[in-house]
């Protein structure tokens, strides 16, 4: 996933972006509240990690604002306000989840991999070039074409396309369609991308689904 922190005590941000990253994320940082609205403003977050309480603009506006603008990305609050009016308040401005310091790192990442598997907003249709998914129905056309897909090949359809255009490691497959947070030792993503490939690019005109050596994998639409 690609996610966002904005944490401004410097030992708390090394050691949730050094988590984050070991399980495969890739993680952009602020310690500045009105820097860390920029880069959530600029940028597409598949989860925003916030402080509360932070230098330049408290992490409750940067919330709001973002909320304000149209950005729909998750947002988990972690802050050393533990009352229930300030969950309360925390939520009510636009976040998802509350996490209180000190707090344990595996509990943070508990709930950023739970916030990252939730739909990105109230698309119910996601459509990249002439193929279209779903999410109500569980259908998947391409050009008008009926694709018949297993569970776990919709997942991985489903999780490319709202990650399209971007490069997908293993890793982060193993944890968003199958919930692995380690690696089985099997190739298992290998079979199922190959057979995805041959029910989505097999007989049209031009592949959606690429390889990238040494990478992982991405969906993106002709050119």
């Not at 149209?70 to 229930?84: A, E, Y």
């Not at 779903?134 to 391409?142: F, G």
Request: hydrophobic share 40%; charged share 30%.
């Amino acid at each position: 996933m690609n996610i966002l922190v904005i944490e401004d005590d410097e030992d708390t941000q090394t050691q949730i972006v050094e988590a984050l990253s070991k399980q495969g994320h890739a993680v952009e940082c602020s310690v500045d509240g009105r820097r860390g609205l920029a880069l959530a403003d600029a940028g597409n977050y598949d989860v925003i990690v916030v402080d509360r309480m932070l230098p330049g603009l408290d992490g409750l506006s940067v919330v709001k604002l973002l909320r304000d603008r149209g950005k729909t990305s998750p947002v988990l609050f972690v802050t050393n306000l533990d009352g229930i009016d300030d969950r309360v308040e925390g939520l009510n401005a636009g976040g998802d989840d509350y996490l209180v310091k000190p707090f344990a790192m595996a509990e943070l990442l508990a709930r950023v991999h739970a916030l990252g598997r939730r739909p990105a907003g109230i698309e119910t249709v996601l459509r990249i070039g002439d193929l279209e998914l779903d999410l109500i129905r569980r259908e998947v056309a391409r050009e008008g074409r009926a694709i018949e897909l297993q569970p776990r090949e919709f997942k991985l359809l489903e999780c490319l396309m709202r990650h399209a255009g971007r490069v997908l490691t293993r890793t982060m497959l193993l944890e968003m369609v199958w919930d692995f947070h380690f690696d089985p030792k099997t190739n298992i993503v290998e079979t199922h991308v190959s057979r995805l490939r041959a029910k989505v690019d097999r007989g049209f005109e031009s592949e959606l689904i690429h390889t990238v050596r040494g990478s992982g994998y991405l969906l993106r639409a002709p050119a």
